[in-house]
């Protein structure tokens, strides 16, 4: 009963660095996403996948990557971290029509 | 673009109290609405999905009503329990769309 598994929970990246946030789903469900989440702006979504090999930008993807080569993974690579990049990361599936799914979370700081 | 918002932003309550939590959209053309549960320092719990021809779900204490020509909803909670306390989040889905977040409800049962 894994569900949406994200690692690593915790990150300390410095400015320019880059890194990859990984997302992993045992669900078998095509729609995977990508969203952070900052005091006083909720939930903004940055990328998604309704399947795999195709993926599509959300509200906020700038300065983020994204592949789908499988079902089950969707990581998110930040190219060159930036301190505006300092926030909490989700991934989450489902299945077109359903319940979404969040993983645990990931907290990047950037310095 | 749909907008997301709910009220009040934080509600403290006793211990017994039946509270209700609300949610408004401003696009009422939806596909579903999610009501979520998020501890501090964790993800999103589904409490309820509400489709687009349904008026009510119901989960244990948990009631979620829909009026979409309204664009509403609300999240009916029975006889809080200071386990309760959380942020609960709104969000909905538009055909074709990706959710879009409320900004929460910071709940505090006490005892």
């Known amino acids: 009963n894994a569900g949406v598994t994200q690692t690593p929970k915790f990150q300390v990246l410095k400015t320019g660095q880059s890194m990859t946030l990984q997302c992993a789903q045992d669900m078998n469900h095509e729609y995977m996403s990508w969203y952070r989440q900052d005091p006083g702006m909720g939930l903004r979504l940055i990328h998604y996948?309704?399947?795999?090999?195709?993926?599509d930008q959300g509200e906020v993807p700038n300065g983020y990557n994204v592949s789908r080569s499988t079902t089950e993974d969707f990581p998110l690579r930040l190219l060159s971290a930036a301190p505006s990049q300092t926030s909490v990361y989700f991934c989450a599936s489902k299945k077109e029509g359903n319940t979404i799914y969040f993983g645990e979370g990931s907290w990047l700081t950037v310095v | 673009k749909q907008e997301v918002t709910q009220i009040p932003a934080a509600l403290s309550v006793p211990e017994g109290e039946n509270l209700v939590l609300n949610c408004s959209f401003t696009?009422?053309?939806?596909?579903?609405l999610q009501w979520f549960r998020q501890d501090p320092g964790k993800g999103l719990t589904s409490l309820l999905l509400?489709?687009?021809?349904?008026r009510e779900q119901t989960s244990g204490r948990l009631n979620a009503s829909l009026d979409k020509s309204s664009g509403r909803s609300t999240l009916y909670i029975a006889a809080s329990q200071p386990g309760d306390s959380a942020t609960y989040l709104c969000?909905?889905?538009?055909?074709?769309?990706?959710?879009?977040f409320g900004p929460g409800t910071r709940l505090s049962v006490l005892p």
């Open positions: 696009d009422s053309a939806i596909y579903n």
């Open positions: 996948s309704v399947g795999a090999g195709i993926t």
């Open positions: 969000a909905v889905k538009n055909y074709g769309q990706n959710f879009v």
């Open positions: 509400i489709q687009s021809s349904q």
